[in-house]
Nanobody
Framework: QVQLAESGGGLVQPGGSLRLSCAAS????????MGWSRQAPGKQRELVAA???????NYADSVKGRFTISRDNAKNTVYLQMNSLKPEDTAVYYC?????????WGQGTQVTVSS
């Protein structure tokens, strides 16, 4: 079983920054990808950013240049640095990890961008 623990969400003003963290624990080994998705009220969950075990990244067009995903393999932790936040970034952000074709999800952390 794999568990994901997210932290770092909160309320921030437009133009501000937040850093999300997600630590994975449990019985797994080998290479795996990690990432972040988000879901705003009334909308479908969408990919925000993902990173492979080798460090290759991809981003949603809406966050390119503002968000940066990174990981610490020794700690099984993935981070999402979010800068220049906009009200449309408001959503519940979910961490996920892909192990042997199975994706596990965290419980989500709320990010609210508002003045």
């Amino acid at each position: 079983q794999v568990q994901l623990a997210e932290s770092g969400g909160g309320l921030v003003q437009p133009g501000g920054s937040l850093r999300l963290s997600c630590a994975a624990s449990g019985s797994f080994r080998g290479t795996y990808s990690m990432g972040w998705s988000r879901q705003a009220p009334g909308k479908q969950r969408e990919l925000v950013a993902a990173i492979t075990s080798g460090g290759s990244t991809n981003y949603a067009d809406s966050v390119k240049g503002r968000f940066t995903i990174s990981r610490d393999n020794a700690k099984n932790t993935v981070y999402l640095q979010m800068n220049s936040l906009k009200p449309e970034d408001t959503a519940v952000y979910y961490c996920n990890i892909l192990i042997l074709a199975r994706r596990y999800w965290g419980q989500g952390t709320q990010v609210t961008v508002s003045s």
